[in-house]
């Protein structure tokens, strides 16, 4: 009988590991759109505190900010929240591979953007984020949030009558690292890497 | 040995728990999404049997409305479904905090809204919804739906020159109690409350 | 004891299913996020790969293509991605029902379509997917993908100036089966089947 419990206790331990991989899907979905909407509104502090502690943020091909200070300056370098500002980035379509042992995720997102100022510019934007996340003091945080910019457009133009540049760096606020791949926005073709070759 | 059952017992019954919140996870976010495809074509009826018998509905600052019954009617209040309407809101980013014990649960969610009749307005919107849920007869109902409204702009506007006013109220449908906050859509700065400190 | 060791022996294995059940929802999520990255980018190949060898597609009316291998050619006549294209499919509010030992499901999903070419046209679009699933080869594929388009308008119109028609065909590619249903888009009403009477 006692290996008819030794059994038990080997299928069990197996179950708990499948469960805690169904738990950490909904604690990455969480802290995917936690991070969206501290975006939209400027709760920048908020949002540096998802990141894991050598954490990095990256970003429309402005180079690699590295540690959860460095990625709250950059945060802090784009505009504030207030009258007159819409800053929405939506996050959807999650693609999550999670190793829940080594306490590490991969995830694509996309975020689809409204940004503007009343009597200013007005733009839509879609970007792919592959990002990866790490499993630090018991809590998912961001690891790397690499966010691939498809296409930003005037509002009044359409994406059928051209793309924005992007702006390539943060006044005042130079990166840590050089941008881990080169690309051009809309209206050159971008796809970002893919993080997985199978689902 | 039976200590050994007992620990078993003890072990199961904890990652019971555990899947049930998982479960839960799932229903969560069908239910609310089924709402949303319900009010993109005015199924009220059917939305309105999403809601928990107390359940209540805020939405835009109109008051709250307490009630299955009276959700319904506010519901029914809404435009009808039918041709040259797009009356669109579609359900992203959910953030949820379940306590599958208790049978209550809280979700942020956002909606993208595409409102329109042939011929007339047509408006792009956004709000962050603050639910939240409760399990009733065996099945997740929502138990508050509160909408708060970001932005609404005409499409031929753009949100860069200027929102359009809430509608504060149904006509011919006093709500059972006032708003629970007091608020401007943009350009004025909203954030709507947070359920959680910490994701 | 051997009593309490069955009861318990059955006690996981019912766990091990609605566990089961958990895991097939992340993968599902995982699965259709994934078409919509790889069509928005015409990466054909990896899109028709999440088919059944016998999955169906049907879209916008134009008949339904049986087997992966007719997928794979239908996807093959879309425009193909580079400069200048945008034909953005996200993917979005599932309501998933899933039959985790038949290895079945059925999702609704919404796709919001932004899809143009430079210097021609700019469109807006969103479609609902009645899509059903099979656990095959141990990997959830997509057995049937229907699209029914709610509308598409014209970027520089907005939709409450009117519709485009639907291309109720594509160029040299005769679709293997008649639509399983007949309508029309914005302006005319639709609201897709509901694979579900209750969430």
């Known amino acids: 009988m006692s290996d008819e419990i030794a059994a038990l206790r080997a299928e069990l331990a197996e179950l708990k590991a499948r469960v805690q991989v169904n738990e950490d899907y909904r604690e990455l979905c969480n802290l995917q759109a936690?991070?969206?909407?501290?975006?939209?509104?400027?709760?920048?502090?908020?949002?540096?505190?998802?990141?894991?502690?050598?954490?990095?943020?990256?970003?429309?091909?402005?180079?690699?900010?590295?540690?959860?200070?460095?990625?709250?300056?950059?945060?802090?370098?784009l505009p504030p929240y207030g009258h007159g500002t819409i800053y929405n980035h939506m996050q959807l379509q999650p693609v999550l591979h999670i190793d829940s042992e080594a306490g590490t995720a991969k995830g694509r997102w996309r975020t689809l953007m409204m940004v503007g100022w009343l009597g200013k510019e007005g733009r839509w934007g879609e970007a792919t984020y592959e990002n990866s996340y790490v499993r630090e003091d018991g809590r998912w945080r961001i690891a790397s949030l690499h966010g691939i910019i498809n296409f930003y457009c005037?509002?009044?133009?359409?994406?059928?009558?051209?793309?924005?540049?992007?702006?390539?760096?943060?006044?005042?606020?130079?990166?840590?690292?050089?941008?881990?791949?080169?690309?051009?926005?809309?209206p050159e073709p971008v796809i970002a890497p893919f993080h997985y070759e199978e689902v």
Request: zero cysteines; charged letters at 30%.
């Open 154 to 186: 005037e509002y009044d133009e359409g994406w059928h009558r051209g793309g924005v540049k992007l702006l390539r760096s943060i006044d005042g606020l130079a990166p840590d690292r050089p941008s881990s791949i080169d690309y051009e926005a809309y």
């Open 34 to 77: 936690a991070y969206g909407y501290y975006v939209d509104k400027g709760v920048w502090d908020k949002a540096a505190e998802l990141f894991a502690e050598q954490g990095t943020l990256e970003i429309a091909g402005r180079g690699v900010y590295v540690g959860r200070e460095r990625v709250r300056a950059y945060l802090k370098h």
